[in-house]
């Protein structure tokens, strides 16, 4: 019953920026932690951002300095602010979010992906 819904992606330029929108719904007891993966075309799935509901952020290396991740917690979303993007960006991202829908019951929701491509 618990739904994460992502905004479009798009084609940028190097350098420059995009900002990405995940909104959660649904039966939900409890919004945790939430964050953003991405998987490029032949590499595994990677972690980018993650935020706690308490919103301490925490970033892989490769995007330090250069993503920013925020949450409203009225809205239920969880935000990516990209800036300086690269090419070696270039991906699907996917938000994810851990929920409890009730006290006791917890699991992990993915929204639907969305192509992030940076290319000149």
């Known amino acids: 019953q618990v739904q994460l819904m992502e905004s479009r992606g798009g084609l940028v330029q190097p350098g420059g920026s995009l900002r990405l929108s995940c909104a959660a719904s649904?039966?939900?007891?409890?919004?945790?932690?939430m964050g953003w993966y991405r998987q490029a075309p032949g590499k595994e799935r990677e972690l980018v951002a993650m935020?706690?509901?308490?919103?301490?952020?925490n970033y892989a290396d490769s995007v330090k300095g250069r993503f920013t991740i925020s949450r409203d917690n009225n809205k239920k979303t969880v935000y990516l602010q990209m800036d300086s993007l690269k090419p070696e960006d270039t991906a699907v991202y996917y938000c994810?979010?851990?929920?409890?829908?009730?006290?006791?019951?917890?699991?992990?929701?993915w929204g639907q992906g969305t192509q992030v491509t940076v290319s000149s």
């Open positions: 649904g039966s939900i007891f409890s919004l945790n932690g």
């Open positions: 935020i706690t509901s308490s919103g301490m952020p």
């Open positions: 994810n979010a851990r929920i409890f829908t009730s006290w006791n019951r917890v699991s992990d929701y």
